[in-house]
């Protein structure tokens, strides 16, 4: 039973850092970019281990959607249109 409750309390604490660092990194791009209107979506790109090195977001900016990459600072590497 013990072991079961530390196991759930780990899972939920990597969950909420997890959406924590997604919540950050969207409103700081959107605080550095004022051109985007809505963020549709957001993901992190990593592997097993590591913490958020950058994330994909898709964006409207002027009515239209974008795929960006960002870092955590919500500084843009690079932009595609959809």
Known sequence: ????????????SIQLYSNNML???????????????NVVSINNIGKWGEWFTEYVLVVEINGLK???????EGEISDKIPL
Do not use: C, D, H, Q
């Open 1 to 12: 039973m013990g072991i079961g409750l530390v196991l759930f309390v780990g899972y939920f």
């Open 23 to 37: 919540t950050n990194a969207k409103e700081n791009v959107i605080e550095n970019n004022p051109e985007i209107t």
């Open 66 to 72: 974008y795929r960006i990459w960002t870092s955590n």
